[in-house]
């Protein structure tokens, strides 16, 4: 649970700063054509840093809360030693994966900026569907685990939903990307998850 704890820190340090320094949110902030045309590339990450207000923080923060710790656990019992490594690098490079939608469709927007940490969270969940299809996440306050699945719906769903909002810029529909990656890089380091994955389905 450590590398869920250490998420939030960070990331609620760093917003909060950026609340207060409207230079430091337009430094990190994922702005695409500025990572196009001036190849400052480190926005594709630090964009998942800063959010647009403390609502936005909050609620990003408590979905990390709620479902990491299951899914850091499910990585600790797959790649043991190296689990929470792995759930760190995820999270974190499915923010960049999640990003490299919103530069492809809007690199060409000077005043298009995008930020939030929703492609990680979307990772989060959709790692935990490969890993155990049929289980729950055990959700924080909650008596009874719901089924990953149904989050998985649900929260795509949410970021459809939001993404028709003529003013958000936080790229709900990239986080499709940041869901995709999550379900396939635990493949990556063990391809056989993928034989364990249809088999949980199929019911053998």
């Known amino acids: 649970m450590y590398v869920t704890l250490g998420i939030i820190i960070i990331t609620s340090i760093i917003s909060v700063l950026a609340f207060r320094r409207n230079d430091l949110f337009e430094d990190l902030v994922s702005w695409p054509y500025k990572i196009w045309n001036l190849k400052e590339w480190y ?4 964009g998942g840093f800063v959010h647009e207000d403390v609502s936005h923080l909050f609620f990003n923060m408590l979905f990390v809360l709620l479902f990491s710790g299951s ?24 923010i960049i994966v999640a990003d490299l939608y919103t530069l ?26 490969l890993l155990h299809p049929l289980g729950k996440l055990t959700v924080l306050f909650l008596p009874v685990g719901i089924p990953t699945i149904l989050i998985g719906v649900v929260y795509l769903a949410y970021c459809f939903f939001l993404d028709k909002r003529s003013d958000e810029h936080t790229g709900h529909t990239s986080y499709f990307a940041g869901a995709i990656f999550g379900f396939i890089f635990p493949i990556l380091c063990k391809p056989w998850l993928i034989a364990i994955f249809i088999r949980q389905i199929i019911g053998e």
Do not use: C, Q, W
């Open 43 to 46: 926005r594709l990450l630090t």
């Open 71 to 94: 899914a850091e656990s499910n990585f600790s019992e797959t790649f043991f030693h190296k689990g929470p490594v792995l759930f760190a690098l995820m999270y974190f490079s499915a």
């Open 104 to 129: 492809a469709t809007n690199k060409d927007n000077y005043y298009y900026r995008s930020y939030g940490a929703g492609g990680g969270i979307a990772a989060i969940i959709f790692s935990s569907i």
